[in-house]
Every structure is written in C-alpha cells, then in structure tokens.
C-alpha cells in the first residue's frame, strides 16, 4: 500500500507542478475505487483535494459537480480531512438539494438529467423521476442550487483563489506536512 511519504518525504519544496505529479502518478493505478484500494487513506485525501482544487480552480464547484462526478462521493470526506469544516458544510448543502436517487457518475445517463434539471427550470428532461417533480418544487430546488453554490463559491474563493495562500494548495500542503511530521516523529 502506497503511503503519503513515498509520494512526498524526499521532495525539497513541494508546489503545484509536485502535487500535480504525484495526482499523475496515482491516475495510472486505475480508477478512484482502484486507487482508494491501493494507497493509504491519508494519501487518497491528498489526491481528492489536488483533484478538487485543481477542478475548481479551471471552472468553479458547479463544473466540477458536473463533469467531475467520479469526485463528488469523496469531496466531503476530503474537506473534513483537510479542516475546511465550513467548506465541506457549504459542500453537503449544495448536494442536499439533488435527489435522493442521484448516483454520481458521468457514465449514469440520469446524471445529466438531474445536473440540467437542477441548472435551469427550462432545460428539458427525460427521466419519469424528475418530471414527477412539479414545476413548483423544481423551481425551488433550482433556486437554492443556485443560492447554495454562490455561498459555497464565497467560502472557496478566498481558500483557493487568485492572491490565496500557495496559490490555493495551502490547505493540502498543510495536511502533508502535518501528516509526514507526524509519522517521522512515531
């Protein structure tokens, strides 16, 4: 099992081109599934976040959602690992509005139904589910989509923004050296 030191103990200054690296290296054992199996719980944090980030950094939390849906299932437990509680609270917000019935993938033709019904109340669907929900409740649920990512997006930004902390890796560099520090010390 690959651990967070393999991939990070014997670099001098680990940046974005590093992290970058290390979240290549770990794309060629497979799948997330693939990968969750092969590698250390702490690691497999470290390669959500660079996911994450990277993935918000190119379009923001809805694009992400959206066409990073292999992601989304692993994004809360990364926030939480990483201490961004009110970013991963702003997070599970965003994700209590799609349904119940939602399955996260890109390769589940119901999932762009449900990201078109979510987006626009005019964005025409074809899964019997969502056009079971009145025109009232969609417009609803269309409205706090929308209220709940500006907030998400308003806690994110100053995190992993233009002028941030380590260009936004702040968060993930932390955890990395805390994480490495701490198993040199025990």
Not at 97 to 116: A, C, G, L, M, R
């Amino acid at each position: 099992m690959l651990e967070l030191q393999d991939m990070f103990t014997n670099r001098t200054k680990i940046d974005e081109n590093i992290l970058v690296e290390v979240s290549d290296q770990l794309w060629q054992l497979g799948r997330l599934q693939e990968i969750k199996e092969k590698v250390s719980k702490d690691l497999f944090d470290v390669h959500i976040g660079i996911n994450m980030i990277g993935n918000w950094k190119s379009e923001g939390w809805w694009c992400l959602i959206s066409e990073q849906a292999h992601l989304v299932p692993y994004i809360s437990q990364t926030l939480k690992a990483l201490e961004l509680k009110e970013t991963q609270q702003a997070f599970d917000d965003v994700l209590a509005v799609f349904p119940d019935f939602t399955i996260f993938s890109n390769e589940e033709k119901s999932y762009y139904d449900i990201i078109h019904f979510l987006q626009n109340t005019h964005c025409q669907v074809t899964d019997e589910r969502l056009n079971q929900i009145t025109i009232e409740e969609r417009k609803t649920m269309v409205k706090l989509i929308h209220q709940r990512l500006d907030r998400l997006e308003d806690i994110t930004d100053p995190l992993w923004g233009y002028g941030s902390q380590n260009d936004g890796w702040k968060s993930v560099l932390d955890f990395i050296a805390l994480k490495i520090e701490k198993k040199v010390r025990y």
